[in-house]
């Protein structure tokens, strides 16, 4: 091509520059890096705990990615979290059978994803504001359901043997995450549904044209959402052995910065699953790292917002306006 | 025409007034000079903050962190102020100024960075929110009696308040609207590619937009410092949700183009009056939270609901 006059960038192959592969290199130098500087990073003991802690993070990540991949966003994950935990605590208190209680959270969580999609897809109203408001009503709906104060009460150790014991030498949220993202990759890229999925996120009237509802797509990215949601909720509740008001917090943010330092669109309609997962052990890894580096919590804050502006800054830039 | 212009905001006046109308119904109280004033009060830091969103949104974006600027001038301006006059003005400068230089902040790294603003805001309401913690860890600090009342007063049925917001409209939002600036912000909100191609630097319109976004939500955590009278890093959460529910209310389009203040101010002022009406109540502060999610997403999707009616989904799809 000669084309006179413009700089030419030495080429780098296509598939380098996606955000999945760029997201996995920056995996690597992130751990090498870290393990340079600390020795004690590379050891087993603290990979199989960033891989546990990265799976509450993944697995929230995988109804997330879904969303984000229809163009919209949840963020009724915090309280949808807690309430669905506070919930299977509490019918755990009042002598419901564990597995019964699980149910009832799962379900929870599930409902509120489908109402996520009602304001959503059947009103238009756009989801940030919609998830937002739901979220500010899951929160006071667990104020009432507890009064301010999250029941007490001693985990049923099927719970904790979910959020926290080992299989073979494996944590069972790994586990876990192992199974869940390996269906969620195979609805993503080897189902209808998932090829719906990016179709709404690009052009819902293309969609709609060729005879889809794209209100089921919605219905089906939120429920799940929602249903990610729960599960997360159940398994911190066995991790950390207890239900609080606060267990949701650290979950609004950070699932969303791994969708996207993976590569997903937040416009919709590209990205993937693959990368999420990355995404999910990048955050995880810097907030490690973070909690080593001794500052208080405004201090990391504050780091932690700047790494993910950084990273969005290396590679998560949209295209320029044409010209 | 006038009425074309305004429709949009028709569905915050008429919410507004129905909403002061049972009040008032409920406690005659509320129609006293007092009442008037502590309604307005209330209200106008949301109305500010609202504002500040309104600008971000016209130009197709979002801010997420309008409620972190809002509670970052709040704890500067609570922490420094002291009670000498000349340091007193010398802090809320300096507040405005940490304001607009976020809300700038955001604008360079939306608008250089090209970066989605949900993300950047998100980000940058965690830095904010961290800034205001190390200015200010526990909720406190001291505000001059004279600040407070200046700004949270009332002359009769005249709360200085209406003045204060007044004096942000005339002498912030109307010269931006008016100004070529303020046509830009409204063109590339409606059609990026399209501005551009007209001559419209869009990245630098979009930089100025957040900035001016960011003095607008510095002035309103002026405001809620005057209020409150003390300061806290982390006042500022509601402001954000509320400000977004405040402008969709008030018929601005998220996605940009499309929206006066008008009807987001109105919007603002109805949310805020409607949490006084449930403390009124005298029901649990834990109903409050709850009731307050509700309501907005009753009120959103009632304000939706010609929705249901569309004949032909496809117009829906396109708008």
Request: with cysteine; aromatic share 10%.
């Amino acid at each position: 091509m000669a084309l006179t006059g413009t700089r030419q960038w030495p080429t780098v192959p296509a598939w380098l520059r996606q955000g999945v592969v760029i997201s996995y290199v920056l995996l690597i130098v992130l751990f090498v890096v870290a393990a340079l500087i600390n020795p004690h990073y590379a050891s087993w003991a603290n990979v199989r705990n960033l891989l546990q802690i990265g799976a509450f993070i993944g697995i929230i990540a995988i109804g997330q990615t879904m969303v984000i991949i229809t163009g919209q966003i949840d963020l009724s994950v915090p309280w949808n979290l807690t309430f669905s935990a506070i919930l299977m605590a509490t019918l755990c208190s009042q002598g419901y059978s564990t597995p019964v209680a699980m149910g009832a959270a799962l379900l929870s969580g599930t409902l509120v994803g489908m109402f996520n999609c009602i304001g959503t897809a059947i009103f238009r109203i756009h989801s940030l504001v919609w998830t937002l408001g739901m979220n500010a009503f899951l929160e006071g709906v667990t104020l009432v359901y507890t009064h301010a104060q999250p029941p007490k009460v001693e985990i049923p150790s099927l719970v904790r043997t979910l959020g926290s014991g080992t299989l073979a030498g494996m944590p069972v949220p790994l586990l876990l995450w192992i199974v869940l993202g390996g269906i969620a990759l195979l609805v993503l890229h080897r189902s209808r549904f998932g090829r719906y999925l990016y179709a709404t996120g690009n052009n819902e009237a293309a969609l709609f044209l060729s005879g889809v509802d794209s209100r089921r797509v919605y219905l089906g990215a939120f429920a799940t959402s929602g249903l990610c949601a729960a599960i997360a909720g159940i398994l911190l509740t066995g991790y950390s052995s207890q239900t609080y008001l606060g267990m949701g917090n650290d979950y609004l943010l950070v699932p969303i910065a791994a969708v996207i330092i993976g590569g997903t669109n937040i416009m919709g309609g590209a990205g993937g699953y693959l990368g999420s997962i990355s995404g999910s052990l990048i955050v995880v890894l810097l907030q490690s790292v973070l909690s080593t580096i001794q500052i208080q919590q405004a201090g990391k804050n504050i780091v932690f917002g700047v790494i993910i502006i950084l990273l969005l800054l290396l590679y998560g830039r949209e295209k320029r306006l044409s010209g | 025409m006038i009425g074309e212009r305004y429709r949009s905001s028709l569905t915050a006046i008429v919410g507004l007034i129905v909403l002061f109308g049972y009040f008032a119904w409920q406690q005659p109280l509320i129609l006293s000079p007092f009442g008037v004033t502590l309604s307005v009060n209330q209200g106008t830091t949301l109305a500010i903050a609202t504002l500040a969103q309104l600008i971000v949104v016209l130009t197709g974006g979002v801010d997420l962190s309008v409620g972190a600027i809002v509670a970052l001038t709040n704890a500067i301006a609570a922490t420094y102020m002291g009670t000498h006059p000349a340091g007193a003005v010398g802090v809320l400068l300096l507040s405005l100024a940490a304001g607009t230089l976020a809300g700038w902040l955001n604008g360079v790294i939306v608008a250089y960075g090209r970066i989605q603003p949900i993300i950047v805001t998100l980000a940058t309401l965690y830095i904010y929110t961290g800034v205001g913690l190390m200015v200010r860890p526990q909720p406190g600090g001291e505000v001059p009696g004279w600040f407070a009342n200046a700004l949270t007063g009332s002359w009769g049925y005249l709360p200085f308040a209406l003045l204060f917001l007044l004096a942000v409209i005339i002498l912030v939002w109307l010269p931006l609207r008016r100004s070529r600036l303020g046509r830009a912000i409204q063109a590339i909100g409606d059609n990026r590619e399209g501005a551009r191609v007209s001559g419209i630097n869009v990245q630098r319109t979009t930089m100025w937009a957040y900035t001016a976004g960011g003095l607008l939500a510095a002035c309103a955590g002026l405001f809620l410092t005057a209020q409150t009278t003390s300061g806290d890093a982390t006042i500022g959460t509601t402001y954000t949700l509320n400000s977004v529910a405040a402008v969709v209310f008030g018929g601005a389009v998220l996605g940009g183009g499309r929206g006066v203040a008008l009807g987001p101010l109105f919007g603002a002022y109805f949310l805020s009056l409607l949490i006084s009406v449930l403390f009124a109540t005298g029901i649990s502060p834990f109903y409050q939270n709850l009731l307050q999610g509700a309501i907005l997403v009753v009120v959103l999707s009632v304000a939706n609901l010609w929705r249901l009616r569309t004949r032909n989904w496809l117009h829906v799809l396109r708008s």
